[in-house]
C-alpha cells in the first residue's frame, strides 16, 4: 500500500523533520510513505473573506494537481468524521482488502481546504475540533497511521 501525505507547508523546526524521519522509518515495514508538500500561499496581514478564498482555492488547486484518479482520497477537516485508532485501522484495514493501493491524505493551509476539495474526498477526517499547527498535525497523522498499521498487524502499541 501506498501513503500519500499532501500537505501544504514545510516542517522548519529540528524536532519536527526528526519526528517526520523516525515515522517514515517506522511506517517503511507496513508501506510505502510519501510526503508531498505544496508552498503556502501568501496572505495579507488582515485578509479579506475573497482574500481567504482566493488562497485556499490556489493552495487546493496545487493539492488536486497531485492527485491521481486511482487514489482513496481522505480530506483532514475539522468538520469530518472522527474515529478512534481502532476505527481508523478497520477503515485502513476496509480499503487495503477493497482494493484501495493508494491513499492520499490532504492537510490544507492554514485556511483550510475548499468546499470542492472536501466533497471530492471519499472520506472528510477530523482529529479534533480543536486548532494544531499544521506541523505538529502532520506528526499527530503520522503516529496514528502508524498506530492503524500496528493494529492491522495485531501488533502491540501503547495505550
Request: charged share 30%; proline share 3%; glycine share 6%.
Amino acid at each position: 500500500m501506498k501513503i500519500r501525505i499532501i500537505c501544504v507547508g514545510k516542517l522548519k523546526e529540528r524536532f519536527y523533520t526528526d519526528a517526520l524521519s523516525e515515522f517514515s522509518k517506522r511506517l517503511s515495514r507496513f508501506c510505502e510513505l510519501e510526503i508531498i508538500e505544496i508552498p503556502d500561499e501568501k496572505v495579507a496581514e488582515n485578509p479579506s473573506a475573497a482574500d481567504i478564498e482566493k488562497v485556499k482555492s490556489t493552495e487546493c488547486r496545487k493539492i488536486a494537481d497531485k492527485l491521481s484518479s486511482n487514489d482513496y482520497i481522505i480530506a483532514l477537516d475539522p468538520r469530518g468524521k472522527q474515529f478512534s485508532s481502532e476505527e481508523l485501522a478497520s477503515h485502513l484495514a476496509e480499503c487495503m482488502l477493497g482494493g484501495k493501493s493508494r491513499i492520499a491524505m490532504l492537510i490544507g493551509g492554514s485556511h483550510g481546504l475548499t468546499r470542492e476539495l472536501r466533497n471530492s474526498a471519499n472520506l472528510v477526517l477530523s482529529f479534533s475540533r480543536m486548532t494544531f499547527s499544521h506541523q505538529i498535525f502532520r506528526i499527530m497523522l503520522l503516529e496514528q497511521v502508524y498506530r492503524a498499521f500496528k493494529i492491522i498487524n495485531g501488533e502491540p502499541y501503547h495505550k
